[in-house]
């Protein structure tokens, strides 16, 4: 079946009502109601709808029916994998399911190493796009002069489960991030576009042929192996968010999102908590006007609290028992999912569904990306990659499995072995300079001596660039050089989790961080797991969360 006839079967009256009644609808009721009974142990991501968008490519047809979508990771999961009634019916939501290759890039980042039970964690990237291409959508609140266009992946949410299923973290990463983008082939066409050329907005990786350049994107930013992706489709929410009765959200204000240019998702609510539902979820989940600095982070911490209402709501919500309206989220959540290979049928979803549901909701932190301002645009900063290594190495961001954790292990060896030592070109950069200290004089000199010393006899100080670096790293641009740097960075002591793949550099550079402004010797820092402040974690079972409203957008 071709990915038009499945979504025009799924959008027709047969497929909403080709569910079975009877004794085989009361029994797959029966094992809903059973796995509803964990619904709020798991989570997921929001969505959003974004300023900008590029033009339309020729022949994307299929694409352009993607409409606005959303990161509802958790609903769809859990309502996909508890509502089968008859093996017909599987089959007819199967085909709802839309499916795209997982990643588009050149590189690839190798699974982590099990623990010692043999598990591994799971990594899922929930993307939200801004496609504005249907009617339905426009009446959600489209621009008409961006209709068609190019999507935009205007939400990015990386759902980490822990190897153990005890934790769950969500790293929300803003729009307007700043990124390389690397390389990708279109799976339709073939159509290859080239690496970006500096750094971009981050959103427009899903127009590098779809959702997998996404995926590829993020790999090569935080170095973190992403199993699986998930889009899903936004005009859904309407009618997902009235089947589950409504979900509390909480102002500390009266707010309305509308400006006088006419910009706003329309939000219109009076202070303290109220349950959302239909459109006035979507709303929620969209508004960034009138929500503290009117930016996309304040929208993300929004979409955090929605969606942490949200799991609580399913874990108490007995009304989902209901055959009829388990038939009716099971459908809309089909018909919402574009997904990868890995996750393109029910039972995989319910499978995922089920390990997604041991996690209670104490047990799960969302977060934002920390960020800096670069003009009207956001950058990571170091305490960005500090978040990432805690997800590479399965580190709970609550702070609460510190005691039983596992010593650190050191990733797998590469695949392509290093060169002699005396023809590894190296380059030695300062990035000793914090914010209260200048740069340590001659840094780059000295430790580029050292590997000369060593027998790294092409190695040399580069003074054209000083960045800033809390620890010290080697870096190397491609896969074929990472034996290399792992070589480089084992003759100067530093440890192989400070070896990471970058396309900011054009061969293996070792940045001299400000833990190294001295010396000879490199000693490299005990470990800090804590999540960092500039994070702003959002536990899961926080209740009392409540968003702060610009006074600009209130009303009496």
Same mark, same amino acid.
């Given at each position: 079946?071709?990915?038009?006839?499945?979504?025009?079967?799924?959008?027709?009256?047969?497929?909403?009502?080709?569910?079975?009644?009877?004794?085989?609808?009361?029994?797959?009721?029966?094992?809903?109601?059973?796995?509803?009974?964990?619904?709020?142990?798991?989570?997921?991501?929001?969505?959003?709808?974004?300023?900008?968008?590029?033009?339309?490519?020729?022949?994307?047809?299929?694409?352009?029916?993607?409409? #606005?979508?959303?990161?509802?990771?958790?609903?769809?999961?859990?309502?996909?994998?508890?509502?089968?009634?008859?093996?017909?019916?599987?089959?007819?939501?199967?085909?709802?399911?839309?499916?795209?290759?997982?990643? #588009?890039?050149?590189?690839?980042?190798?699974?982590?190493?099990?623990?010692?039970?043999?598990?591994?964690?799971?990594?899922?990237?929930?993307?939200?796009?801004?496609?504005?291409?249907?009617?339905?959508?426009?009446?959600?609140?489209?621009?008409?002069?961006?209709?068609?266009?190019?999507?935009?992946?205007?939400?990015?949410?990386?759902?980490?489960?822990?190897?153990?299923?005890?934790?769950?973290?969500?790293?929300?990463?803003?729009?307007?991030?700043?990124?390389?983008?690397?390389?990708?082939?279109?799976?339709?066409?073939?159509?290859?576009?080239?690496?970006?050329?500096?750094?971009?907005?981050?959103?427009?990786?899903?127009?590098?042929?779809?959702?997998?350049?996404?995926?590829?994107?993020?790999?090569?930013?935080?170095?973190?192996?992403?199993?699986?992706?998930?889009?899903?489709?936004?005009?859904?929410?309407?009618?997902?968010?009235?089947?589950?009765?409504?979900?509390?959200?909480?102002?500390?204000?009266?707010?309305?999102?509308?400006?006088?240019?006419?910009?706003?998702?329309? %939000?219109?609510?009076?202070?303290?908590?109220?349950?959302?539902?239909?459109?006035?979820?979507?709303?929620?989940?969209?508004?960034?006007?009138?929500?503290?600095?009117?930016?996309?982070?304040?929208?993300?911490?929004?979409?955090?609290?929605?969606?942490?209402? %949200?799991?609580?709501?399913?874990?108490?919500?007995?009304?989902?028992?209901?055959?009829?309206?388990?038939?009716?989220?099971?459908?809309?959540?089909?018909?919402?999912?574009?997904?990868?290979?890995?996750?393109?049928?029910?039972?995989?979803?319910?499978? %995922?569904?089920?390990?997604?549901?041991?996690?209670?909701?104490?047990?799960?932190?969302?977060?934002?990306?920390?960020?800096?301002?670069?003009?009207?645009?956001?950058?990571?900063?170091?305490?960005?990659?500090?978040?990432?290594? #805690?997800?590479?190495?399965?580190?709970?961001?609550?702070?609460?499995?510190?005691?039983?954790?596992?010593?650190?292990?050191?990733?797998?060896?590469?695949?392509?072995?290093?060169?002699?030592?005396?023809?590894?070109?190296?380059?030695?950069?300062?990035?000793?300079?914090?914010?209260?200290?200048?740069?340590?004089?001659?840094?780059?000199?000295?430790?580029?001596?050292?590997?000369?010393?060593?027998?790294?006899?092409?190695?040399?100080?580069?003074?054209?660039?000083?960045?800033?670096?809390?620890?010290?790293?080697?870096?190397?641009?491609?896969?074929?050089?990472?034996?290399?740097?792992?070589?480089?960075?084992?003759?100067?002591?530093?440890?192989?989790?400070?070896?990471?793949?970058?396309?900011?550099?054009?061969?293996?550079?070792?940045?001299?961080?400000?833990?190294?402004?001295?010396?000879?010797?490199?000693?490299?820092?005990?470990?800090?797991?804590?999540?960092?402040?500039?994070?702003?974690?959002?536990?899961?079972?926080?209740?009392?969360?409540?968003?702060?409203?610009?006074?600009?957008?209130?009303?009496?």
């Amino acid at each position: 079946m071709t990915r038009s006839s499945v979504r025009g079967s799924a959008q027709g009256e047969d497929a909403r009502q080709g569910a079975p009644d009877g004794p085989e609808a009361a029994e797959g009721a029966e094992r809903a109601e059973t796995a509803l009974d964990g619904a709020g142990d798991a989570d997921g991501g929001g969505g959003g709808v974004g300023d900008a968008a590029g033009g339309r490519r020729p022949g994307r047809g299929r694409r352009a029916r993607r409409v #606005l979508r959303w990161s509802a990771l958790t609903l769809a999961v859990l309502i996909v994998g508890t509502a089968g009634a008859g093996y017909l019916y599987y089959e007819h939501l199967n085909s709802n399911i839309e499916k795209d290759p997982l990643n #588009l890039g050149d590189s690839k980042v190798a699974a982590p190493t099990p623990n010692a039970a043999g598990q591994t964690p799971l990594n899922i990237l929930v993307i939200g796009s801004d496609a504005r291409d249907s009617e339905e959508n426009q009446q959600l609140g489209g621009a008409r002069e961006t209709f068609g266009s190019t999507p935009l992946a205007d939400v990015q949410m990386l759902v980490h489960l822990s190897a153990d299923r005890s934790n769950m973290s969500v790293v929300s990463m803003p729009r307007d991030t700043l990124v390389h983008i690397p390389k990708c082939t279109d799976p339709d066409d073939g159509k290859v576009y080239p690496a970006s050329e500096g750094r971009v907005m981050t959103n427009q990786s899903l127009g590098h042929g779809g959702p997998g350049c996404t995926v590829a994107t993020w790999q090569e930013l935080t170095g973190i192996h992403i199993d699986h992706f998930v889009m899903v489709d936004f005009a859904g929410v309407v009618s997902m968010a009235d089947a589950v009765g409504g979900v509390p959200v909480c102002v500390d204000a009266n707010i309305h999102s509308r400006d006088a240019q006419g910009h706003g998702s329309g %939000l219109k609510l009076a202070k303290g908590t109220h349950p959302v539902k239909g459109e006035q979820a979507l709303q929620w989940l969209r508004t960034r006007y009138g929500f503290e600095d009117g930016s996309d982070l304040a929208r993300a911490k929004a979409q955090h609290m929605y969606l942490n209402s %949200l799991v609580r709501t399913l874990r108490e919500n007995a009304t989902l028992s209901n055959p009829n309206k388990l038939r009716r989220l099971a459908e809309e959540a089909t018909r919402a999912l574009t997904v990868d290979p890995g996750l393109d049928t029910v039972k995989k979803l319910y499978d %995922l569904s089920n390990e997604l549901r041991q996690v209670k909701p104490e047990r799960i932190t969302m977060t934002t990306m920390p960020n800096r301002y670069v003009g009207a645009r956001v950058e990571p900063t170091e305490d960005a990659e500090q978040l990432f290594r #805690l997800v590479r190495e399965d580190i709970a961001l609550d702070g609460k499995d510190a005691e039983k954790k596992e010593p650190s292990r050191e990733p797998e060896a590469p695949a392509d072995p290093a060169a002699p030592d005396g023809e590894i070109a190296v380059q030695v950069r300062n990035g000793t300079r914090t914010d209260s200290l200048g740069a340590a004089r001659g840094r780059a000199d000295t430790v580029a001596g050292l590997l000369v010393e060593r027998g790294f006899d092409r190695a040399l100080a580069d003074p054209s660039v000083l960045p800033s670096e809390e620890r010290t790293v080697v870096r190397y641009p491609s896969a074929d050089l990472e034996g290399d740097a792992r070589r480089v960075a084992e003759s100067l002591g530093v440890p192989a989790s400070s070896v990471r793949r970058s396309t900011d550099v054009s061969g293996v550079t070792v940045v001299v961080g400000a833990d190294w402004r001295e010396g000879t010797a490199y000693r490299a820092p005990e470990a800090d797991d804590t999540t960092p402040e500039s994070a702003e974690a959002l536990n899961g079972a926080d209740e009392g969360a409540c968003m702060h409203v610009n006074p600009a957008f209130t009303w009496s």
